[in-house]
Structure formats: structure tokens, C-alpha cells
């Protein structure tokens, strides 16, 4: 994604800087250093006062710090019609909890198609805002994370050492 209205904020996290991108419109990307399918910052702004910037930085803040389990920051996705819909099932699986591939395809009406399913999660553009790591192999193994699986298994350490109790 390189769009002319693109502005990107570099933020500090547990996992290392973090590079947040955003619209007019909310949040377009979450990449971690030396993430999988980032493109870098070509063509787009840095705007450390950009308001979605802003919130998401805040709301990262607050789930590493262990007082936030919901993002609520606007989004501002672009990918095909299946991608869509398999990132906002994403997007439902609770805090400290986990799902599988399988399970993910299901959900979007398409059991036959985990393959596609996992690509799909795979692409997600804000990993942990919606909650990609969360997804595990049908044996309940890490695998496939564009952050790498050492960052996958942070995030689950994390949530399942807060639990179910936050916001």
C-alpha cells in the first residue's frame, strides 16, 4: 500500500519499533521491524501528530502495559472482499484466547478453503490492533506470523498472563 495520503509514526514497543500508518479515513498499518510483507515508508508522510497516529500509539501503549484488551482506534483497510471478511473474524476472537485456521475458515463460510484462509491472515496490515497471533495451527501449534513466531508468542504470553478481566 503506498497511497499519496498515507502518514506513518515510528513507535517504541516490547517487540521493538513498531511502524504505524494511517488515512484520513484510521489505521492502514501495523508492521514490526523486518515484518514480512512491509514496503516501507516511499510516498508516505511522517506525521507524528496525526490523530489516528496518536490513538493507536496510546492504545498500543495501554495493551502492553496490560490495561487494554480491545482496540478501538478507526480502521482504514484495503484488500479483497475474502480478505476483508476473514480480518474482521479475526477481529472477534477474544482477549487471551485462541482459534484455529480451521476454525477461521468456518467462521467465514468457506471450510474448504483454510489455505486461503491462513494467506489471508497472514496479510493482515495491523497485526496485534486486530488480533492475527491469536490464530494457531489446528494441533495448537505456532505457526505463520509476518513478525516472526518469537513476537506471536509474546503476544500470548501476554494476554494469557493479563487474562479475560480488561476492557
Request: glycine letters at 12%; proline letters at 5%; hydrophobic letters at 35%.
Amino acid at each position: 500500500m503506498s497511497l499519496p495520503d498515507t502518514s506513518y509514526l515510528r513507535h517504541p514497543s516490547p517487540l521493538g519499533e513498531l511502524t504505524l500508518a494511517a488515512t484520513e479515513r484510521g489505521l492502514c498499518g501495523l508492521y514490526f521491524a523486518q515484518h514480512r510483507y512491509f514496503g516501507g515508508t516511499d510516498g508516505w508522510q511522517h506525521d507524528p501528530d496525526h490523530l489516528h497516529l496518536r490513538m493507536a500509539a496510546r492504545q498500543l501503549d495501554e495493551y502492553f502495559a496490560g490495561s487494554r484488551a480491545v482496540f478501538d482506534v478507526p480502521l482504514d483497510l484495503t484488500g479483497t472482499v475474502f480478505q476483508l471478511d476473514v480480518w474482521r473474524t479475526l477481529a472477534q476472537i477474544g482477549y487471551g484466547t485462541t482459534s484455529s485456521y480451521g476454525l477461521q475458515a468456518r467462521r467465514v463460510g468457506r471450510p474448504a478453503a483454510v489455505r486461503a484462509t491462513a494467506t489471508a491472515i497472514g496479510r493482515n496490515p495491523v497485526s496485534i490492533v486486530v488480533p492475527c497471533h491469536r490464530v494457531l495451527g489446528q494441533d495448537g501449534a505456532l505457526s505463520g506470523y509476518a513478525g516472526g513466531l518469537e513476537r506471536k508468542q509474546f503476544l500470548l504470553d501476554l494476554e494469557s498472563r493479563r487474562g479475560g478481566s480488561l476492557r
